[in-house]
């Protein structure tokens, strides 16, 4: 027996990225790269927001993504409760927050960029769903196996080069005899 499916109509908040820039010139020692980007950071967080540009947002490297989704039944309880839509979706979104990635694509080079909205009561659990996340999205794109490799290293395999940056795994000394 075929059993019809129920169609069910959602409102969905989507979202798309956009990047704003601004230079900072900072003085110090050739050899700490480190310390100059902690000083432009801190330089960076008191810049007014005029001193910010927008970049453009660029349709062949980015798309939207869905931030937020409800069902126009769950809208239709909230609405009997005294809320509307909009404020719903908005209280949705709230809760939402974007960890970056950056990437230098001519290099091969990449970073985490932590956040301060990174601390959390389960941040193990938080950050183990975001790797995980992470990690299936590369996999589904073909680009790794990943899971994998954490496997095989978690059971003793040595290490491959692209381990040694992607997990940042030393490599074993050889026993000495």
Sequence with gaps: MNAKRRRV????????????TAVVAIEGDDKDDEEAERQAIEKAELFSDDVWVMQPFDETAYRPHVQSMTSREELA?????????????????????????????????????????????EPDLLASDLCRGWIDALEDLGLTHLSERLDDLTAGSPPMPSDLVLFNVKRRSPPKA
Excluded: F, M
Excluded at 11 to 19: E, G, H, Y
Excluded at 93 to 98: F, K, L, P, T, V
């Design 9 to 20: 109509s959602h409102l969905v908040r989507v979202a798309r990225i956009r990047v704003e």
């Design 77 to 121: 309880e909230l609405t009997k409760e005294g809320r509307s839509a909009d404020a719903a979706l908005a209280d949705l979104g709230d809760a939402i927050h974007y960890q970056i990635l950056k990437a230098n694509c001519d290099t091969g080079e990449g970073e985490l960029a932590l956040q301060p909205w990174l601390q959390v009561d």
